[in-house]
């Protein structure tokens, strides 16, 4: 059973936090402090793990965002709940779900997939949304000989392909956690979801299935249209800078912006993204009018001066805020950008939206 060379695995947690509704009744300066607390620390765990963040608001009673993490030891994991635990709005969150589990190559042979190093190593799509259940196969499943296993496994992955759009994680938690494992399936369309679970029941493996619940549901959002999905005082209110008398708003230093950097800062609780293209300031909303990804996070090509939204390739214009290609439709917002000093200030746009910085 034990593979020829050691694998190099990854551990996986999916944690579902619920926030106690007493949270939305404490003073909004609180809230919106305790929200940047909550939202800057995730943020710091970036790069230690990886962490992407759903919501379930309006779509589960029981959990209201799931933090998927992805790190190279259980020492991560417990940092990253110590730190969240710590803050003011940690207080109020309880974790009715979380699933530990762990990637290892299957002991299938599927030859028409993807390299099988591929599975040790975690790489989340785009996809709007992730579908996670926790799932336990019957006893009787492990008595069967295993080319009978195989059969159905080969029966399993031919229903899989007849819905490409939607993509499969499979991780291991056995002796880990209660589950055998966690089931991530991510797709753009619940509707292809829907048809291929329902094809998958007809399966023959489907009666050896023991557990596969709770299903939940969860939407991609960026960290910050999340918490602003909780209820309460926006995060950005306590952080973002009073605007001056003639509508302009500082918001950071130029030298925090040296060309061929983006940064999201805040203007009247709006998220907004900087870009110093080679020494020009462009600044436009940072929520992608498609579905809401950070576009300060997206990648800028200044020959052309657009940016590329990190999760489905949409394009804008940094200049006017068009959308130049990619699913989205509507252009965003604009903003007018000044320089003095050494501060950016910002203002909605009703002119030309750039302002040149001094070249560092
Ligand atoms: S969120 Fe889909 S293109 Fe930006």
Redesign the pocket.
């Known amino acids: 059973m034990s593979p020829a060379t050691p694998e190099h695995r990854q551990v996986v947690r999916y944690a579902f936090y619920k926030l106690e509704p007493a949270w939305r009744r404490l003073p909004a300066e609180r809230q919106a402090a305790a929200k940047t607390e909550l939202g800057e620390t995730i943020e710091r765990y970036h790069g230690r793990l990886l962490l992407r963040p759903y919501g379930l608001v309006g779509i589960r009673g029981d959990c209201d965002f799931l933090l998927w993490q992805v790190a190279e030891d259980l020492d991560a994991l417990v940092e990253l709940q110590t730190a969240l635990n710590r803050t003011d709005l940690g207080a109020y969150l309880t974790i009715p779900y979380s699933y530990l589990a762990m990637t290892r190559r299957s002991i299938y042979e599927f030859p028409a997939e993807a390299p099988r190093d591929q599975r040790l190593v975690i790489r989340p799509s785009a996809a709007k949304y992730l579908f996670v259940y926790p799932f336990i196969k019957t006893r009787a499943w492990y008595s069967l000989p295993k080319a009978e296993r195989q059969r159905m496994m080969d029966e399993h992955v031919r229903v899989g392909r007849k819905y490409p759009t939607i993509r499969l994680n499979t991780t291991y938690s056995y002796g880990l956690d209660d589950q055998e494992f966690v089931v991530a399936f991510e797709g753009d369309n619940p509707a292809q979801f829907l048809d291929l679970v329902m094809e998958l029941r007809e399966s023959e493996a489907s009666s050896y299935t023991l557990r596969d619940t709770p299903t939940l549901t969860c939407v991609q959002m960026s960290l910050w249209d999340l918490l602003d999905t909780l209820g309460g005082a926006s995060a950005t209110r306590s952080v973002a800078p009073a605007t001056r008398g003639d509508g302009f708003t500082p918001v950071c230093d130029a030298a925090d912006l040296p060309p061929g950097t983006s940064k999201r800062v805040y203007a009247a609780a709006e998220a907004v993204a900087l870009f110093n293209v080679g020494g020009t300031i462009h600044a436009i909303a940072n929520r992608?009018t498609?579905?809401?990804?950070s576009l300060s996070e997206g990648t800028v090509d200044a020959a052309k001066c657009v940016v590329v939204?990190p999760?489905?390739?949409?394009v804008f214009s940094l200049e006017t805020g068009q959308v130049l290609a990619?699913?989205?439709t509507a252009a965003v917002q604009t903003y007018r950008v000044k320089i003095e000093g050494d501060t950016i200030l910002i203002a909605e746009a009703r002119e030309p939206t750039v302002a040149s910085a001094p070249r560092s």
């Open positions: 992608c498609h579905a809401r990804a939204c999760w489905h390739e949409g990619g699913p989205p």
